[in-house]
């Protein structure tokens, strides 16, 4: 039977609360109390649980690095969210972070020792420098996201990550549908063709304000086809093809599992100013919920990824003329690298 266009309307918002951690009855959100979770002894045929870890403290004196929140979420945009729904590891000494689990992967062949955090510190830091990736590998994060569908395409190109979405082909799919404000309505980039930077002088009511106020109409006019596809399926047309009319500002949603060599990868790209703005939002909601979790490979991943600059051959050459009294310019007619090179001389204040 296929439910109504009211009985998905709320879609959204009643999926997200009904996912929890199944490991854990704690409130969604607030400072964790000491529940117990519980693990079945390792070769158990029974399955009753041996072992009580507190969330807090611990047995073993560990803690939950989500401090037992079942999920964490950062709203985005204006139906959107992201959620940090389970972390590895999950559990971790007191006193530590999930940084330990990249450290002990680094420590394999020599033993983990009694090494402080400082040296780990150290140690991390050299290995992201160094691009040591694998022990990165070691920490694992899943969340669930909802996005708009042009967003979602630009997302899925990463992948390194384990994805399950919302199935139009199974459920009707929501009626949530992005819509930027009037002031948000960004203009095409004249410099980066995939751009659009400027946004619409919307306060004066001139023609940029009457091309804002249009846009909006259009993506309004577009969420009106919700009506007729609820029809068509509600006449027999197979959710599977009734969607394909339905525009791409549409929310989906989907669990992203990754780990966080390739998150790091990703959140480069992502939160990089080349990049969409609605995708740049999502990614620094990643980012926030990841960095307390993982503070130390995240200072570490700023200073040598995400701050820093990357110089070709050419470039380095600039550099050393202009060290030598010269004009610090590029012997290259490519405008865009001529671009590119004033961008980077910019920021290292030459
Ligand atoms: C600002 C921006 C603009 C973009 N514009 C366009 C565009 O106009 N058109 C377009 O089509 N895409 C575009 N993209 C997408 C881009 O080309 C990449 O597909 C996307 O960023 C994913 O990058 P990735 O392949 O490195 O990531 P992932 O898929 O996460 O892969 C991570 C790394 O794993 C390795 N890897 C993964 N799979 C393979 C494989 N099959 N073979 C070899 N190595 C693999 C690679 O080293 C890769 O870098 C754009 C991306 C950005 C950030």
Redesign the pocket.
């Known amino acids: 039977m296929i439910p109504t266009a009211s009985a998905y309307s709320a879609a959204m918002s009643e999926i997200a609360p009904s996912i929890s951690n199944p490991s854990t009855e704690q409130p969604l959100t607030g400072p964790a109390k000491p529940v117990a979770v519980e693990a079945a002894q390792p070769g158990s045929r029974s399955g009753k649980p041996v072992h009580r870890y507190s969330v807090e403290g611990g047995k073993e004196g560990q803690v939950d690095v989500m401090h037992g929140d079942a999920r964490r979420e950062i709203k985005v945009l204006d139906h959107g969210f992201v959620a940090l729904v389970d972390a590895m590891p999950r559990l971790v000494p007191t006193g530590q972070t999930a940084d330990q689990a990249i450290v002990q992967a680094a420590r394999v062949s020599y033993g983990h020792g009694t090494k402080q955090v400082s040296e780990d510190r150290g140690l991390i830091r050299y290995l992201l420098r160094h691009r040591h990736t694998t022990p990165f590998e070691m920490v694992e994060f899943k969340f669930h996201i909802a996005m708009p569908i042009f967003i979602a395409r630009q997302w899925i190109?990463?992948?390194?990550a384990n994805v399950n979405e919302y199935s139009g082909r199974y459920s009707v799919m929501p009626d949530k549908f992005y819509r930027p404000t009037m002031e948000q309505v960004r203009k095409q980039s004249s410099a980066n063709r995939?751009g659009g930077e400027q946004t619409f002088d919307t306060g004066g009511g001139g023609d940029e304000a009457a091309t804002a106020e249009a846009f909006i109409q259009f993506l309004a006019d577009s969420e009106k086809l919700y009506e007729r596809y609820i029809g068509l399926t509600e006449k027999g047309v197979s959710r599977e093809l009734a969607r394909i009319g339905l525009p791409v500002s549409l929310y989906t949603q989907w669990y992203w599992k990754i780990d966080l060599h390739?998150l790091l990868?990703?959140l480069s790209?992502?939160m990089?100013a080349?990049?969409q703005e609605e995708i740049q939002l999502y990614s620094r909601a990643m980012y926030d919920l990841i960095q307390p979790i993982v503070p130390v490979t995240m200072e570490a991943w700023h200073d040598y990824a995400l701050e820093s600059l990357r110089l070709t051959r050419l470039e380095i050459e600039a550099v050393k003329d202009a060290a030598a009294g010269g004009s610090g310019n590029l012997k290259c007619d490519n405008k865009r690298e001529q671009a590119e090179w004033a961008a980077k001389r910019a920021k290292l204040g030459l």
């Open positions: 190109r990463h992948r390194t995939q390739n990868h990703f790209l992502r990089d080349h990049a």
